[in-house]
Structure formats: C-alpha cells, structure tokens
C-alpha cells in the first residue's frame, strides 16, 4: 500500500502552490516519577545490614535507574507527544515547551523554522505550540499553537475558529482535492483545500462532538468524544459500526482504488476495516496489544507500544527494501517518545534515524536573531552533507 506518497518538488513549486504565501501542547509528563517513588519506599524497607551499615550499594544502584528516563506511556500522553513530531526528513521539526527544533531545510530551504519564530516575536503567534507538522507536497509548516491558532506558512487559517488538533493531506500539485482538516474547542469539524490558503472553509455537516480528525484525499475519519467513529466521504457519512471506545483513527491508502480505516481502542488493541479495496493491512495487527500510536508506512504497519518499543507487521508482498528497513528502525528503537516513520525520539532525548536530523534549537520565548544563532553542535556527515546530533540538547 502506498501510505500519502512524498513527491518530491523544488522550492520555488512550492511557492505556486501556496500563492498566498509569504515566503503544542506543554510537554508530556516524563516517565521516571514511579520509579523514584519506589526507589524512596525501597530504602525505607531495607533497613540495616548485620554489621549496622546501610546497604549503600543498592542505594547506589537504585539512584544509577531512577535517573534514567523510561518510557512509559499512556495513548493520550503519546497522542500528544506525535503532536509535536513532525519527522519529514530534511524538514522536520519538533515542539517542546517553548522551544521549536527543525533541520537543516526547515531553516534555509522552506524558511519555516524562522517564518514561525519571528510571528512569536512579533507577538503574533504563542510561543508554545500544541501540534505540528510539515506538509508532505510543499514542505510547508502548519503550526497550531497553544492558544488555538493554526498557522499555515506564516498565515492564520481557520482564523475565526479555536482550533484543537488538525490533520493536513497535501501530496500532489495535480488538480485533486485535498484537504487541512481541523477540530474546533466545541467539537466541530472545519475544512479547506491544502493548496490555497485562500480557499473556502467548509463544515462537515453531521460530525459533532470530535476530539480527532484524519484527512485522506478529500475523505475524514473522525473520533468523537465518546469514542465512536465516523467517516465521511463525499459530504456521506458512514458510523463505523462496532467501533466503540476508540482513541485515534489512521485513514490511509491509494488515490481511487483502495483506503483502509485502522483504529485505536482505549485499551491499546486495533481494529481495521477497508472502506474501498480489499484489505492490504497485515491480519496480525488485529492481535497486537498495549499499542499507543500507529504508523502506516509503505507495505507495513508498526505499533509504538507503552513502553516505547515497537512492533511491526509487513504486507504479504513486501520487498526487501521494507524488511530491512523494519528490522533496522522499529526492530531495533526502544524507550521511544515521539515516532514517525524512519524517525523517534526516545524518553531520554536520544535521537534516532532522521530525527537526527533536528540540528537548529530555538527558545521562542527569546527575542528573534540570525537564524544561525540557532544552530545545534553535532558531527558533521559527509554522506548526508549535515550536521548530526545524537541527543537532543536543551535550549535556553
């Protein structure tokens, strides 16, 4: 299955597109509290040795763990960790706090990294973001920040709305229809076309009560609040029948011949349904357990668990190229925090695959300068001609 194809476009493609164009939530609760917890009642209930003495050598091997960061994650917690991930190779970007971290094309190419600082310097947007992301044609940022406000290439868009969460499907210049989809605070859902910010904003007529939307071509799939589904196309909704206490849907799939729905339940199982097609999705996801986030990629389907490991499932045709690239990222990466595909970054702040990548920091609660004075220390790579952290730095 071809999960939202990347087509590749030069800069200045991107600027016709985006004609208008002028160029997150506070951070999850960290993992590690429990364990301090225990760590205290542990020393307590250890008493003395014989001899008189504490056990210092446990008492050293309990303080060695409880300073290590471990995963440890509800889906809303992990839900919002996404939110703020958008791992897009050469243009992604993260939120934490007040700090806004991007690689390197974020910063010369598209710009979006600065456009996004100087609009907090100006006191136009807040300085704590809620969600992100980069859309996948343009490489163009949509930033929703903390008070309600969706920025689209520097621009406000659902500007008479308090947006809540929001999902972009921009993929092709061609003429087809698709959408930025956005979650208003009284449930509502709001619409317009991904290729012009000056393009009408629609209702879906029919879809109340939504805490998350995904948007896929010109359909959505919804979660209301009360943990039903819900997909429309064409204006028609269908309720997805015994979908019942569900935490996030992933609409995904090809252009006209195949989509496929998979859900989240509360209870960290999935279910999966095609809505055009035949299923491509692999049957074993339907067994997996204790997931909190879903990644559609190409030809496979992986589960970031609680505890920040993964599983995976390939389609019955996948390629070598897949397998590999599984057995090396998902097969491989724990204590994750924040996942997208071929990027993560864990609970104690190492970077994996291309969230290396996030070489520029920025404290947005710090006047706005030359954008190289966001520049991040790491090792420069010949292959990839960028620099290279390996953990992501604290920003003042």
Not at 215 to 221: H, N
Not at 255 to 268: A, P
Not at 277 to 285: K, S
Request: aromatic share 10%; glycine share 8%; proline share 2%.
């Amino acid at each position: 299955m071809k999960k939202r194809i990347f087509v590749p476009m030069a800069a200045f493609a991107a600027s016709v597109a985006l004609t208008a164009c002028s160029g997150g939530a506070d951070a999850s609760q960290e993992a590690g509290q429990e364990q301090e917890a225990n760590q205290e009642t542990g020393q307590k209930q250890e008493g003395e040795s014989p001899d008189g003495q504490e056990n210092v050598e446990e008492g050293k091997n309990s303080e060695a763990a409880a300073g290590t960061e471990k995963a440890n994650w509800t889906i809303e917690e992990a839900i919002e960790n996404h939110m703020r991930f958008s791992g897009k190779g050469f243009y992604s970007m993260y939120a934490e706090g007040t700090t806004l971290y991007a690689a390197s094309n974020a910063v010369s190419d598209t710009e979006s990294f600065s456009r996004y600082a100087e609009l907090v310097s100006e006191g136009t947007a807040g300085s704590q973001i809620r969600q992100i992301q980069t859309a996948d044609y343009s490489d163009m940022e949509l930033i929703l920040d903390s008070e309600g406000r969706l920025w689209y290439c520097g621009e406000q868009i659902f500007d008479d709305y308090n947006i809540q969460y929001f999902d972009c499907f921009f993929v092709t210049n061609a003429g087809y229809t698709q959408n930025v989809a956005a979650v208003t605070a009284d449930g509502t859902v709001v619409y317009c076309d991904a290729q012009s910010l000056d393009s009408e904003v629609n209702t879906a007529e029919g879809l109340t009560n939504v805490k998350y939307v995904d948007a896929f071509w010109d359909d959505l799939a919804v979660v209301r609040q009360d943990g039903t589904a819900a997909y429309m196309d064409g204006g028609e909704i269908t309720e997805l029948e015994g979908w019942t206490d569900m935490a996030m849907v992933y609409l995904n799939g090809d252009q006209d011949d195949y989509s496929e729905l998979i859900g989240l339940k509360q209870d960290g199982t999935l279910v999966a349904q095609a809505m055009v097609g035949t299923p491509e999705y692999p049957e074993e996801i339907l067994s997996w357990t204790d997931i909190v986030q879903v990644i559609r990629g190409n030809e496979y389907v992986a589960g970031l668990k609680s505890d920040g490991s993964f599983v995976y499932a390939l389609e019955a045709d996948a390629g070598d190229y897949t397998k590999e690239l599984c057995e090396e990222t998902y097969g491989t990466w724990t204590n994750v925090m924040a996942a997208a595909k071929e990027a993560a970054i864990t609970a104690d702040r190492e970077l994996l695959g291309d969230a290396r990548l996030l070489s520029y920091g920025w404290n947005l609660e710090n006047p706005y300068t030359d954008p190289e004075a966001a520049r991040l220390e790491g090792e420069y790579d010949d292959d990839m001609h960028t620099v290279l952290l390996t953990r992501l730095p604290e920003v003042s």
